[in-house]
């Protein structure tokens, strides 16, 4: 328990890091996108936004679970429990392979009317099938 | 794979949340384990052999195993042979 304890604190400072500098990131997206079109600058600060309010009620729970010995340990329990890991494992395979389907599905479809598209859509299913790859082979090696 | 838990859990007289809590797993897994919807790791089993005082065998039913069946093909293969 507490070495998950030791883990859980270097999240909370790690989101609380991320919290804090969100204003340098703000004026440094600000900057970086000044020329970038209104499409552009507001999805990337939708994006930021979204993610700055994850980071700050990841810190507020990770802080409130660090105070409490039982919420640490429901916590624990929740990360660890096998059925859960189990359910975590089977979904990341079946998205991963329900995903792909549609993505080369739709490049077919989309092959019929816009090259640009189908080419982004291969490039997505050649990325998805390198990642497989390298994943596969760094588990092949370590387990 | 068929197991025991929910009959040594009432014979001792234990709750799903005492066992969760014993095997640090959530109460859900318990469920799932005594409505036989998910099989428990070797780990899991033997902590919970060991939270009954059991063996590992006692508390889970092996019956019918298909992994038995197949180390029996693979053995009885003339290539193994």
Redesign the interface.
Known sequence: MEDFKKKVEKRALISSILCSSSLAVYFALRFLTKNASDFGQGLAMGVWIGMEFVAVVNTVRLFATLKSEKALKEL???E?????K?IERETSQKSIIISSVGIAAGAIVSGFFDVKVCAVLCAVLAFIALVITCMRAYYNKTM | MKNKIQEYRKARKVTQQEL??AL???R??II?LENGK?N??L??AHKAAQFFGVSIEELFVFEGDENIDLADAILNNPIFR
Do not use: G, H
Request: proline share 0%.
């Open positions: 624990y329990i929740k660890n429990d096998e059925r859960n189990a | 969760a809590d640090s797993v959530t859900q897994t799932s998910y428990a790791s780990t899991l």
